[in-house]
């Protein structure tokens, strides 16, 4: 029997779900989610949500990727690679995003640079998660072609105009994220978050302007139940 990593926390598994989530999920501060639990009847400080994030953070995202990744076959048809722009300390580095076709996030990669290199290890990264897909649409980056092709899969790349807007909205909601906790200090620190929030958004993306209001409700409830059942005993 599996045992339950809150076993030495007085505080109870809920409290510490929510805190996570409104951390990760939301573009709120450390101290504004502080103050929403503090609206709640539930006092901690925001180096108590920080230490929960830090602990429990990528254990959940860990768990929503083994699940995700069991039941995702369609992710093999076609992924959607990029890479944007995130400074860290005045230092420019390059956060690299594999998208699927209904855009979740596959994988998140941090480097300092965006030569062949960096787009080899994060491709090898991948696919070593993921598999193989048939199509692989990119922009017209060389690092991209010359990665491809020393694997065996240049003739999968696809640069066509407006192809890849899936991996670059992908960005959008990592930007939101990014502008409230003020940039990071570390890539240590960037990378770990982009893993964790990148899980935490796709498995609450319920993209409501595709459904009705009656079945985005239930897949959002079924969304937190799944959540609130995340590294239970």
Known sequence: ?????????????EIIRLAVMLYVRFPLSLRNVEDLLHERGIDVSHETVRYWWHRFGPMFAAEIRRRRIEGMRSSHWRWHLDETFVKINGEMHYLWRAADHEGEVLESFVTKRRDRKAALKFLRKAMRKHGQPEVIVTDRLRSYGAALKEIGAGDRQDTGRWLNNRAENSHLPFRRRERAMLRFRRMRSLQKFAAVHSSVYNHFNQERSLYSRDIFKTNRTVALAEWRGLCAA
Not at 1 to 13: A, G, L
């Open 1 to 13: 029997m599996r045992r339950s990593p809150f076993r030495y926390f007085k505080t109870s598994p």
